[in-house]
């Protein structure tokens, strides 16, 4: 990875936090990214997604993660929601993996999935799953040991909307 990038477990995320994941998020959907929004891509709309998403925190229903370069600014980003049903408590989701434009194909995804399966760990996680519409995350996930499950056709759109599918993939922690 960029020496120059740190990864953070964010504890809060105030309004600093919700302007610079907002950034990230709105880049990758504009670059074409599957990741629930459609475009138009607004700032109202990403905001409003990372205020939820503090609350969430706040309740620990999920662990986000910030990389950030020397300056502080936000150029990634990655969640583990730990908050499962009472049948699946050794299970987590890892969703929202995001990396602007600007700082990819530099290991920054990469630190972001290994910071992710420890935060899970750390939380008595030993199950992770996901999906994805993204062909480069798909190298990602295979490259760090996870298993994929297979494809499911027409699940989802893309954010110019036209229909895609999305990959499952899991990974078992700690073995
Ligand atoms: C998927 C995503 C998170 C990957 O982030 P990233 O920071 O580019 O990931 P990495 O840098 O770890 O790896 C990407 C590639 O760069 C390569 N790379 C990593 N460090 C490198 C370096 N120092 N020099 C050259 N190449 C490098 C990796 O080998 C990998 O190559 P590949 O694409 O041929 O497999 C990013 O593309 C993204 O945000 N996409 C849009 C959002 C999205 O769809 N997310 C998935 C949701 S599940």
Same mark, same amino acid.
């Given at each position: ?52 998403? =503090?609350?969430?925190? #706040?309740?620990? %229903? +999920?662990?986000? /993660?910030? !990389?950030?370069? &020397? ?38 995804? =990469?630190?972001?999935? #290994?910071?992710? %399966? +420890?935060?899970? /760990?750390? !939380?008595?996680? &030993? ?49």
């Amino acid at each position: 990875m960029a020496a120059a990038i740190q990864i953070r477990c964010l504890q809060t995320i105030g309004d600093r936090e919700i302007q610079g994941l907002s950034d990230v998020l709105i880049d990758c959907v504009e670059g074409g990214a599957s990741v629930s929004f459609m475009l138009p891509m607004s700032r109202a709309k990403a905001e409003a997604f990372w205020r939820s998403t =503090a609350g969430s925190v #706040a309740r620990g %229903e +999920r662990v986000v /993660l910030a !990389a950030e370069d &020397t300056a502080g600014a936000i150029v990634g980003t990655a969640q583990v929601i730990v908050a499962q049903p009472e049948n699946q408590p050794h299970r987590g989701d890892l969703a929202k993996m995001l990396v602007h434009r600007r700082a990819r194909r530099q290991g920054v995804g =990469a630190a972001l999935l #290994a910071a992710a %399966e +420890r935060s899970a /760990l750390n !939380a008595g996680k &030993t199950l992770l799953v996901l999906d994805t519409a993204s062909d480069d995350a798909e190298r990602l996930y295979a490259r760090h040991g996870w298993q994929r499950c297979g494809q499911i056709p027409n699940y989802a759109l893309m954010p110019d909307g036209t229909p895609c599918p999305t990959t499952i993939f899991f990974k078992a922690l700690g073995s």
